[in-house]
């Protein structure tokens, strides 16, 4: 019974941890507001474990990311939409392409810590109305902040960003040496709510798992932030209206 009740009171305190997370906001004042002519729109890309942050491909960024020419990344292809962006552990993020590829040693590595890597992955149009995508509005200033923060992700070595030779999923996508540590504390999530706070969005205290990083960003921000969250709303008064 004594086993029993200590495994039912880490679940308990694991949960309270969580919804406190979730719960809790960060910062603690409220997040700065978006103007309409001056926002500048990205995508936050969920799977199941794991966010990406989709950035419009245009001449600014283009500049700024140069170097991903240097990893054989076709950034000047004239289908190029958005660069998607992903921090996570080197172990677990290199050698786990699908579920298919599972292994214990990588998961192990998560679960403890572990070099990280940038994962840059190039992209076409990309459906805004799937429900891994989450649009999100930023102001100029906050969007400079955030491709601040994405562009400090990448370690330098002799000030040039560093590939991982041999490492990708594909002819559209390259592995760099990142800054900072994995852990399953502070994983992938933990980076994207990070770059968006950078951004003058608001998220969770501590939010470790994708579905918990976007129920805080809907719980913290104005529905101006979220241009499909709007887009909803506007569908929805049509029909109440129409009945």
């Not at 240097?70 to 958005?82: K, M, N, S, T, V």
């Amino acid at each position: 019974m004594k086993v029993l009740k200590y495994i039912f009171l880490v679940f308990l305190l694991g949960f309270i941890g969580i919804a406190l997370g979730v719960a809790v906001p960060r910062p603690l004042t409220h997040s700065e507001a978006t103007t309409g002519e001056t926002s500048r729109r990205i995508l936050v890309l969920s799977n199941p474990i794991h966010t990406d942050i989709a950035v419009p491909a245009d001449a600014e960024l283009l500049s700024r990311f140069a170097f991903l020419r240097d990893a054989d990344l076709e950034i000047d292809h004239p289908g190029l939409r958005y660069i998607v962006f992903g921090w996570g552990g080197r172990a677990f993020y290199t050698q786990t392409p699908t579920w298919a590829d599972l292994r214990p040693m990588p998961v192990l590595k998560s679960l403890t810590l572990d070099r990280s890597v940038m994962h840059v992955a190039l992209a076409g149009d990309i459906a805004l109305a799937d429900p891994s995508v989450l649009p999100v509005d930023l102001s100029a200033a906050g969007y400079e902040r955030l491709i601040d923060f994405i562009a400090a992700s990448f370690s330098k070595a002799d000030g040039e960003q560093v590939p991982l030779p041999g490492q990708s999923y594909g002819k559209d996508d390259a592995f760099f040496e990142a800054e900072g540590w994995f852990n399953v504390l502070v994983g992938c999530n933990i980076w994207t709510a990070a770059a968006l706070r950078q951004a003058g969005v608001s998220t969770g205290w501590w939010t470790p798992l994708p579905w918990l990083l976007t129920t805080s960003l809907r719980l913290h921000n104005d529905a101006g932030v979220f241009p499909e969250r709007r887009f909803k709303s506007a569908d929805s008064d049509e029909r109440q209206s129409s009945r």
